[in-house]
């Protein structure tokens, strides 16, 4: 049974950080592309960050440059977002996926897995 669980999510004030976490099961890992996509309130699906399966290259939207990583623990079969400096516009429900293939991660309808999302308000 495939599994993405998102974790890491909470309040945080504006220029603070978080990290969340996405442990990933059901599938091999290594063969899959993970990105972040997020959705803030009101609005559509937005791709945030990417890493391909080989963990060398990643990909961020010009947003969050800068002040996002995007990083992956093979032996934890995990995906992590490092959020730095976050801003009220970061305000969002955070989901991972996972794509088999994949060589552009900004696009979303590629991939083949998601997580439940996990809620991240940040605070001005």
């Known amino acids: 049974q495939v599994q993405l669980v998102e974790s890491g999510g909470g309040l945080a004030q504006s220029g603070g950080s978080l990290r969340l976490s996405c442990a990933a099961s059901?599938?091999?890992?290594?063969?899959?592309?993970m990105s972040w996509a997020r959705q803030a309130p009101g609005k559509g699906l937005e791709w945030v960050a990417g890493?391909?399966?080989?963990?060398?290259?990643?990909y961020y939207v010009d947003s969050v440059k800068g002040r996002f990583t995007i990083s992956r623990d093979s032996a934890k079969n995990t995906v992590y977002l490092q959020m730095n400096s976050l801003k009220s516009s970061d305000t969002a429900v955070y989901y991972c996926?996972?794509?088999?293939?994949?060589?552009?991660?900004?696009?979303?309808?590629?991939?083949?897995?998601w997580g439940q999302g996990t809620q991240v308000t940040v605070s001005s």
């Open positions: 996926a996972a794509g088999f293939g994949v060589r552009s991660t900004v696009i979303l309808a590629q991939y083949d897995y």
């Open positions: 059901g599938f091999t890992f290594n063969n899959y592309a």
């Open positions: 890493i391909l399966s080989g963990g060398s290259d990643t």
